[in-house]
């Protein structure tokens, strides 16, 4: 039930902040505020209270469930199931909620009511799609997720907000029906095989299929993660939705949005899909270094703040999906680390920027420089969270990228070698950032305003837990466990001979 | 004909005797209000007695006429569809300088038309509910004769129909010189003894289809559908929109599935071609549009293409996926025609898509209700379109008909481009006119409670589509 | 299949009509005088405009002539076979009478049948 109430809580209180804002904007950020403080703290209680034997989950086994008959006629079930992963993601989500809705607090004045009523239903979707466990649901919250997630985009993005808004849906969503055509090939397979029609995801684990067939379907269900991730070169939405987007929208997007397509890759396409997601593992490696290679270049090129910023994401995507498809334990679980880091490194670079456009009312380098002498704290943290992008050890990124290397070494060093390459091209784009944006002569006579107390709670809440990914990531990487030894297990099961 | 035929036939019976009422009471006291609310009482005890004719189907009623589950519920799909046009038609004929009485007679008579057509197996009753349908919509496209455009729309509706009624009648005189019966299930055995596979017969069902192609304005039968959509009143583009085109689905789907000619090599592949062009055609054509109404009339093609994609994976499944398609497509119809039909002034149509800019700060009730109804043609979650795609596709996967598969999903994508643009029109921040610039009506009570409850039903069908979906499956026992 | 029958009747159909229009265009007289184009080829000028108005009663009178001679037409079918039908025949034929009657009532009513102009029901 409690797994409801994570969904239910931002759902019913977007519709109420949505309702108050006519009386009074002030409520209305109260009320959002509220919910997801209530939802980050009912996560953050799941884990303390689940930690100790988190571990220790065999297969079927999860944290919390709930499961009660929805459409009966096709077998649809109202199925939410929560293991270590998604307890991980789910509360990274409220986390970076409790952000958007801050960093919205003075940048948003027009129509207040219906904005917080997307954000939170953009959250509620993306909550819902990290715990559903019927393929329907799952089905149903992913495209749910997309049209507040529009909104947010085309109502309160920046200049060229709706052609990026549009491009962002149509995108997402032939990629998302090509999904819905796999989802019903395997419902359909499934019933071939054993007569029963469900959608229920522990079930359709398993399900025979020719291997042409698998192939076809695990590439449907491939296209729409590919996508969303965003994968090279299915990845031109992304720089243009992140930039025009508003900040809180940039955040969401980057920070969680992205997010679900590694969770569906690592949930749906290994697990169902082994021997075709193995076969196709080549490609989706070339793939992640062309995206690793040629994201951080492009980034190199941005003058564009936010658009720098984006590149980076696509950059550091491709080491998930790196990670994701060498397959070995270490490098699932570096990917799943810098799945979270990079959701919050990410998503407070994002909110710097918008600090940064809010004082400034531009994004461009070229006019921006010197920032550091007027306003050093907010320079300071700007240093910090790029210092965190190009894996400065001891910060969350470089665990994760880390150990993506460390488990591609094991499997193919020339993989390695071109990845590393990667990595090294994201010290250029992060320093041409510090440099341009934040040191050299204030040319253009800057005089800001520095980071108020809120924006203060908030840049530092994100450097303490990045701090803590880096230092400790030990508690993530045990929670994370269950999930990884049920993936190696899949991958890695008998007579799949996946190590070269 | 047994007291048990007459309450099997008690909601056609209704229907017609409240028409006839209607017409009386105009003829001694005329009163718009009187007039739509007789109507609405007709309506409504003409739904009511669905209830005492569910307890005496399957039956048949003379050999023109069957009353099976089929039947009742596309009875009910007609009545209520009515009754919602009625309600949105009292605001904006109020409007307007008519005679407002008639209209109600006709759409009555139409909505008699409708409910022949879905429960005959007979060819004599088949073109009698066709006819009867038609020339109601002829008068009705053309109800408001002061505009030129409307005038337009009756004759071109005329000329064609007429034209698409000749061809089917061709086509039903051959079949039955060939077979010497008119009764679907006596086609049905002799079809299957291998008489379908005559010239004649072939030949016959090719003429039936293009009748069935223009009623149902797929291409290429499609060209008057934007004209009369654009011409006729508000109200009644949502009439054509829904009922008569769910009508003419459903004697397609009892003809194509009781006769077995479905099952025939050339009916498969001439609609899937038909379906795939209509996609194609319909969605690429909306694109160029800046009229609601023109967008909304090639969307529609579309659509159908998207039915004929279920008619074709066929099966109970098939059947039954296109018959909630058509219940979630006949809603979203309504409602967004309603919209159309709401904010309407006297002297034009709401139908450009300036009139819709930045709409949702002006009117948020309103945008929102449209924006379901964009939503739900476009197929998106928690709208009762989205599970209408979702069962299509689904019936389109379990036949293994992937090109119209791939087809269906490309061109949605296709779609969504138009239905955003008006979205993005509705959600404008920026040149939003005055009320000076454009002033908006005052919306009719009648008209707002009407879409406002069409609005929650497309979304309590997408959620929980649980009774509707047990219903459309024990009617499909009808035809099969 | 036995098609030659077909083939052979709309060959027929082909050949009468085209050998009517044809033989027509080569045998037959032509002439071209100066009156041959002129609706009196007698010589009498033709005066006004061939597009006469006539009163819109003429052509409703027609209507409702057509109209309800066609409807009693069913009467006929029904008089056949009325001693087989019986009393249920009877209702029905009687309800279609009153059905008949109810749309001329709406008629008279709304002043269609009425002749001059002055004596016309206002309508609104």
Request: proline share 4%; charged share 10%; aromatic share 14%.
């Amino acid at each position: 039930m409690i797994l409801v109430w994570l969904i239910a809580i931002p759902l019913v209180a977007g519709v109420i902040a949505g309702f108050v804002a006519r009386r009074s904007q002030l409520a209305s950020r109260l009320i959002s505020l509220l919910a997801m403080v209530v939802g980050f703290v009912i996560s953050v209680w799941l884990w303390a209270a689940n930690y100790s034997h988190i571990s220790l989950l065999t297969q079927r086994q999860w944290l919390a469930e709930f499961n009660v008959p929805w459409i009966s006629s096709f077998g649809i079930r109202f199925h939410l199931a929560m293991d270590g992963m998604s307890l991980l993601l789910v509360t990274l989500t409220f986390l970076l909620g409790i952000a958007s809705v801050m960093i919205s607090w003075r940048e948003i004045h027009d129509g207040v009511g219906f904005f917080h009523f997307n954000l939170l239903w953009v959250i509620a979707g993306i909550v819902a799609v990290f715990l559903a466990m019927d393929l329907f649901l799952f089905y149903f919250s992913w495209e749910l997720m997309l049209i507040p997630m529009y909104f947010l985009i085309a109502i309160w993005g920046h200049e060229r907000r709706v052609y990026a808004a549009v491009k962002f849906f149509l995108f997402t969503q032939l990629s998302g029906l090509l999904m819905l055509v796999a989802i019903l090939t395997l419902y359909f397979a499934h019933h071939a095989a054993t007569g029963v029609y469900t959608f229920e995801y522990s079930q359709l684990i398993g399900t025979p299929l020719a291997p042409h067939t698998a192939m076809l379907v695990m590439l449907g269900f491939f296209a729409a993660f590919a996508v969303k991730l965003p994968m090279f070169p299915f990845h031109t939405w992304l720089p243009d939705a992140h930039t025009e987007a508003p900040t809180a929208g940039s955040v969401v997007l980057a920070g969680l949005l992205l997010k679900t397509g590694a969770y569906g890759l690592l949930r749906f396409v290994l697990p169902l899909f082994p021997r075709a997601a193995h076969e196709f593992a080549p490609i989706a490696i070339a793939l992640a270094i062309a995206g690793i290679l040629y994201g951080a270049l492009l980034a190199y090129g941005q003058t564009d703040l936010k658009r720098l910023v984006a590149y980076t994401s696509v950059s550091h995507l491709g080491f998930v999906l790196l990670g994701i498809f060498i397959g070995t334990p270490l490098a699932i679980a570096g990917a799943f680390i810098t799945i979270i880091a990079h959701g919050i490194s990410t998503g407070t670079m994002f909110m710097l920027v918008g600090m940064v456009q809010e004082r400034t009312h531009t994004r461009e380098m070229d006019r921006l420089g010197g920032l550091w002498q007027t306003a050093p704290r907010l320079s300071g943290s700007g240093v910090f969270f790029v210092l965190a992008s190009i894996g400065l050890p001891g910060l969350g990124d470089f665990v994760g990228e880390f150990l993506v290397l460390l488990g591609t070494y094991r499997v193919s060093p020339m993989v390695a070698a071109f990845a590393t390459v990667g990595v090294l091209c994201s010290t250029f784009y992060g320093l041409k950032f510090v440099a341009r944006a934040f040191h050299g002569p204030n040319t253009n006579k800057w005089k800001l305003p520095d980071l108020s107390g809120r924006e203060i709670a908030l840049v530092g809440a994100m450097m303490v837990v990045l701090l803590w990914l880096g230092l400790y990531p030990q508690p993530v990487l045990n929670t994370f466990k269950p999930t990884a030894q049920r993936l190696e297990q899949v991958v890695h099961g008998p007579g799949m001979g996946y190590r070269r | 004909m047994s007291s048990a035929d007459f309450v099997a036939l008690l909601p056609l019976i209704v229907l017609g005797a409240t028409a006839i009422v209607v017409m009386m009471s105009i003829a001694f006291r005329r009163s718009h209000a009187l007039a739509s609310t007789l109507t609405l009482v007709g309506l409504a005890v003409a739904f009511w007695s669905l209830w005492p004719a569910a307890g005496e189907v399957p039956r048949q009623v003379t050999p023109l006429l069957v009353i099976d589950r089929f039947a009742l519920y596309y009875f009910g799909l007609i009545i209520a569809a009515t009754f919602a046009v009625v309600l949105m038609s009292y605001g904006y004929l109020e409007r307007h300088d008519v005679r407002r009485e008639e209209f109600y007679v006709l759409l009555l008579v139409a909505a008699l038309g409708s409910a022949v057509l879905v429960s005959s197996d007979h060819f004599i009753s088949f073109f009698l509910g066709l006819e009867i349908l038609s020339v109601t919509l002829y008068a009705l496209s053309a109800y408001l004769t002061e505009r030129g455009i409307a005038l337009e729309a009756g004759m071109k509706y005329l000329v064609l129909a007429a034209a698409s009624a000749a061809f089917l009648l061709f086509g039903m005189a051959l079949v039955y010189a060939e077979t010497g019966t008119m009764s679907f299930p006596q086609l049905a055995s002799d079809f299957a003894a291998g008489g379908a596979a005559h010239l004649w017969v072939l030949a016959g069902i090719a003429f039936m289809v293009t009748g069935f192609g223009f009623k149902l304005a797929v291409v290429p039968f499609h060209l008057w559908t934007p004209d009369v959509y654009q011409g006729a009143p508000a109200p009644v583009t949502a009439f054509v929109a829904s009922v008569s085109k769910g009508a003419m689905f459903a004697i397609l789907l009892r003809f194509f599935y009781q006769s077995g000619s479905r099952d025939l090599h050339a009916t498969l592949l001439i609609f899937g071609i038909i379906a795939i062009a209509s996609m194609i055609a319909g969605n690429l054509m909306a694109l160029f549009q800046n009229n609601v109404k023109r967008i909304l009339a090639y969307s529609s093609i579309a659509h159908l293409g998207y039915l004929l994609v279920a008619f074709e994976a066929g099966g109970l499944f098939g059947a039954a996926a296109g018959t909630f398609y058509l219940t979630a497509y006949m809603i979203t119809t309504l409602g967004a025609f309603g919209v159309i039909a709401v904010l309407s002034a006297s002297g034009r149509d709401a139908e450009d898509i300036e009139d819709y800019r930045g709409l949702f700060w002006r009117r948020p009730g309103l945008a929102t209700v449209f924006t379901v109804m964009l939503f739900s043609l476009a197929g998106i979650p928690l709208t009762a379109g989205f599970l209408g795609k979702f069962y299509t596709v689904a019936a389109g996967t379990n036949s293994s008909i992937w090109v119209l598969i791939f087809v269906l999903v490309a061109t949605s994508v296709i779609g969504l481009f138009y239905y955003l643009r008006v979205v993005v029109a509705l959600f404008a921040t920026e040149h939003i006119p005055s009320d000076a610039e454009r002033p908006l009506p005052v919306v009719p009570a009648m008209g707002g409670v009407t879409l406002g409850v069409l609005a929650l039903a497309l979304i309590w069908l997408g959620v929980y589509p649980h009774v509707i979906l047990h219903a459309i499956q024990s009617a499909m026992s009808g035809i099969f | 299949m036995n098609l030659w029958p077909f083939v052979l009747y709309a060959a027929l159909v082909l050949i009468t009509a085209g050998s009517m229009i044809g033989l027509s265009a080569i045998l037959g007289e032509r002439h071209k005088e100066r009156f041959t184009n002129q609706p009196y080829e007698g010589g009498i000028l033709s005066e006004g405009t061939a597009r006469a108005r006539f009163s819109i009663k003429f052509y409703m009178m027609a209507m409702f002539f057509v109209v309800f001679d066609l409807e009693s037409v069913f009467l006929y079918s029904w008089a056949v076979a009325a001693r087989d039908l019986g009393w249920v025949g009877y209702w029905e034929a009687l309800i279609f009478i009153g059905v008949l009657v109810a749309a001329l009532v709406y008629l008279w009513r709304l002043g269609a049948l009425d002749w001059s102009p002055d004596t016309r029901r206002k309508t609104r």
